[in-house]
């Protein structure tokens, strides 16, 4: 998973930076602008906008981004569930 502040290869960095993100802000909201869907045989691909609101605590600032996403998705683990196999947030502008 490849985030704007850093890239995350296992669930103990996906943890680990989840709560980073809880603790750094509140009154979060996600939009979803766009979303396009891809299949082929292995994987699905799915692009996506989305408009992330936030409140810095430190500061208690608002924050208002476009985040432009690159999911790609398989069908790998247990009895065929899908999987995350890539995450990229390719775009994080500020729209305030």
Do not use: C
């Not at 709560?19 to 979803?32: K, L, P, R």
């Not at 299949?39 to 432009?68: F, H, I, P, Y």
């Amino acid at each position: 998973m490849q985030f704007p502040e850093r890239t995350i290869t296992n669930r103990e960095g996906f943890r680990a930076w989840y709560a980073e993100v809880g603790d750094a802000y509140s009154q979060q909201s996600h939009d979803i602008e766009r979303l396009e869907v891809r299949r082929s045989s292995t994987a699905t691909e799915v692009d996506v906008v989305v408009v992330w609101n936030a409140t810095r605590r430190a500061d208690l600032t608002s924050l208002l981004m476009r985040a432009t996403q690159t999911w790609t998705i398989g069908n790998t683990g247990p009895r065929g569930a899908p999987v995350i196999i890539e995450y990229i947030v390719k775009t994080l502008e500020n729209i305030a």
